[in-house]
T-cell receptor, first 112, second 117 residues
Framework: GNSVTQMEGPVTLSEEAFLTINCTYTATGYPSLFWYVQYPGEGLQLLLKATKADDKGSNKGFEATYRKETTSFHLEKGSVQVSDSAVYFCALRNSGNTPLVFGKGTRLSVIA | KAGVTQTPRYLIKTRGQQVTLSCSPISGHRSVSWYQQTPGQGLQFLFEYFSETQRNKGNFPGRFSGRQFSNSRSEMNVSTLELGDSALYLC????????????????FGPGTRLTVL
């Protein structure tokens, strides 16, 4: 079956540090990959996505590249801010009609 | 365009009671999915409705049910509540589903936090 594995947190970084959150997946076919972010007390917001191999999704300084050979979709940001503190979820979806499959989430805390 | 709305935002119930949660999707969206989020299990898919029909179903007991109305608004119901049903219930909407590789982005509401005492 389909599954997503992401690094366990919490991750604590100082402001302006480099961020990497690892995500690997197992899936049949060719899934689309997503990163969602959840701020305290809120629902999920789509951060970025990639729909085919070698695609790079990017948004708000975050990037992730769809690597089929390593079945990975690692999230990166060059310089984090306190406002980036949130829980980040990696997810996949195999086609337009199938549900999202989520990783367990990684809590990021950025301190000034 | 208004986002996905969920009501109520917070709910406290006792074991054995039943509860109904409501979700209004983004205007024009016909697909509504429900997810349960707990600290232990993470985000788990409950079910998806499209044009008033259940299209997909997750691995939850029959106590969990849902429906969708002609205006695409959806409700989910949990009967005979158990302590383990305490969770954040998230609703997500997406545009008309298609077959094949096209993937429709899901937009999430703020969730309903259910506490079962």
């Amino acid at each position: 079956g389909n599954s997503v594995t992401q690094m366990e947190g919490p991750v604590t970084l100082s402001e302006e540090a480099f961020l990497t959150i690892n995500c690997t997946y197992t899936a049949t076919g060719y899934p689309s990959l997503f990163w969602y972010v959840q701020y305290p007390g809120e629902g999920l917001q789509l951060l970025l996505k990639a729909t085919k191999a070698d695609d790079k999704g990017s948004n708000k300084g975050f990037e992730a590249t769809y690597r089929k050979e390593t079945t990975s979709f690692h999230l990166e940001k060059g310089s984090v801010q306190v406002s980036d503190s949130a829980v980040y979820f990696c997810a996949l979806r195999n086609s337009g009609n199938t549900p999202l499959v989520f990783g367990k989430g990684t809590r990021l805390s950025v301190i000034a | 365009k208004a986002g996905v709305t969920q009501t109520p935002r917070y709910l406290i119930k006792t074991r054995g009671q039943q509860v109904t949660l409501s979700c209004s999707p983004i205007s024009g969206h016909r697909s509504v999915s429900w997810y349960q989020q707990t600290p232990g299990q993470g985000l788990q898919f409950l079910f998806e409705y499209f044009s008033e029909t259940q299209r997909n179903k997750g691995n939850f007991p029959g106590r969990f049910s849902g429906r969708q109305f002609s205006n695409s608004r959806s409700e989910m119901n949990v009967s005979t509540l158990e302590l383990g049903d305490s969770a954040l219930y998230l609703c997500a909407s997406s545009a008309t589903g298609t077959s094949g590789r096209k993937v429709n982005e899901q937009f999430f509401g703020p969730g309903t936090r259910l506490t079962v005492l």
